[in-house]
C-alpha cells in the first residue's frame, strides 16, 4: 500500500469527463431500417449447434437476426466485411463509443484503417433487461471470447471446444483456410445475450445466468457486406463456467432477411473513415 497524500480525498472527488462523448456520431435512420425490414423476406437460415459455431453472410442493406431457441444460450459474435478480412469488429472501439454493452440504434465498428458502422442493432428483445444492481447487462463488449489459452494458463486444460477454436473451425470451414490461417482472422466479439460487468470493488469482470430465453432475439441491419461467425458458448448461459463440457448448451439461430426492392433506394454503405492516414509524415 502506498501512502495516501494530503489532498487524496479532492483528487478523488474530480468528476469523470465522457471521453468519447457521442452526440456527433452519425445517426443511425432506425425509421428508414425498420421500414425496409417490414417488407423484408428471409432468404436463408443457419442453426448454431451448441459447442461450435456457424458462419453466415449478409450483404450490404440485408438484415440478420440472432435467437435464442430451446434454452438459454449466449452466443460469441465476429465479423468481418465479407470482401476484405482484414477489415472485422473492433469491440475495443465500439465499447469507447458506446459503453461497455451495446442495444437498439448502436452499432459494430470495424477496425482501422476503415473505422465505420459495420452493422447496426435496431431491435433488442432483451432491452428492457437495462443495468442490474451489480452493475450487470447484456451483449457486452467487454469480454473477449472463451479460449483454450487462457484455460491452459490457469488450469493447464486442452479444451477444444471454446468459442475461440469454434469460431476458427467455422471461418476454415467457410474460407477454405486452414486452422492456423483462419486463427488470426477470429478476434473479441460480441457477446450476444451474456449479461457481464465489472465488480464494483475490485473491477473484476463477472458473468451471471443470462436473461435471454427462447424467442429472444437480436436484430441487426447490415452496414456493409458481412461475413459473420456465431459460436454457441459452452458456457451455456454463463450461471457458473465455460471452458468445459459441464453446462447445458443450447443451439442459436442466424436467420438473413433481404429488404424488398426499393425499400433503401437512397441509402448508402458507410464511407470508409476520412482520416487521410499520413500519420504526420
Ligand atoms: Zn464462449
Known sequence: M?????????????????????????????DLYRTARAGAQKISETLVEPRDAGCFEVPAGYFFRISSVEGAQVGDLNLWNRDDLKERFYSGKTRALHGTHITTGERMWSSFPQMRPMATIIEDSLGWYGMDEFGGSVHDVIGTRCDPYTGNLLAGSQYHHC?????????ADHTGMSLSEAEPYVHDVLNVFMCTGFTRDT???????????????????????????LSACPGGDCSSEHSSDTAACFPLLVEVFAPKEGALENWQSPALNGYDQSHGR
Open 163 to 171: 468459442c475461440h477454436s469454434n469460431l476458427i473451425r467455422a471461418l
Open 2 to 30: 502506498t501512502t495516501a497524500p494530503m489532498d487524496a480525498a479532492a483528487r478523488r472527488a474530480v468528476k469523470p469527463v465522457i471521453c468519447y462523448p457521442n452526440n456527433s456520431l452519425p445517426k443511425p435512420d432506425l
Open 203 to 229: 473491477g473484476q469482470y463477472f458473468m451471471k445466468a443470462s436473461p435471454v430465453r427462447p424467442g429472444d432475439y437480436l436484430e441487426f441491419f447490415a452496414e456493409i457486406p458481412l461475413l459473420g461467425a
